[in-house]
């Protein structure tokens, strides 16, 4: 059980995110929930949270932004506390082959996708320190293993978020504190939801379990790597994929 623990999840509104959120919330953990810019989303979350039992907030940050994220950070410790876990999963995709992307496609989804996790890292880096004890969950992909056409942006900043974890892990090691990685594969969100429906249907049959993940898949893995007793797992890349990057 993670009671009494207070966690941030980054792209904590909705999707996997907010799955996270709210099975962290399930079992005892006070929330806080960074959104970009939906706020009906995030007031609605924070409202599942809440139901809960426990205390929740939603924050809106660009997390691309450091000072934004800086600010955020010291709100959170004041209001809710000093943060046991941290889980970032803020992500965006502007997917296109690369002689059609353009910079700023490219630049955007590093700066959210991995930078974003640099500024939360950076800026809980001394809470954690503090506390001698937390636990880091990035959210990778296993295209960040794998690659695929049409995202190299997206699979650079994942492949570089895989790399960026297992140096923090290594840096926090001694503190207790641990860094682990989670790469989710095809998973029912709002993200994929607009793949058609050939695309959809040559995943599925490349995927060994034959169909789609859930939401609660990604969820249920990380509320087990942010639990006091899974201390001695740490710099790892755990696929929630149906087998496809076996």
Known sequence: MLKGKTA?????????????????AAQG????????????????????????????KAYQCDVSDFESCKTICKQITQELGPVDILVNNAGIVRDKLVPLMKEDDFDAVLATNLKGAFNMTKNLYSNFIRKKSGRIINITS????MGNPGQANYAAAKAGLIGFSKSVAKELAGKNVTCNCIAPGFIETDMTANLDEKTRSFYEQNIPLGHMGQAADIANLAAFLGLDAVGYITGEVIRVDGGLCM
Do not use: D, M, P, W
């Not at 953990?29 to 929740?56: C, H, K």
């Open 8 to 24: 941030v999840v980054t792209g904590g509104s909705r999707g996997i995110g907010k799955a996270i959120a709210l099975h962290f």
């Open 29 to 56: 953990a006070n929330v806080a929930i960074l959104y970009a810019g939906n706020t009906a989303a995030a007031q609605t979350a924070e409202e599942e949270l809440l139901a809960l039992g426990v205390r929740a």
């Open 142 to 145: 296993v295209v960040g293993l």
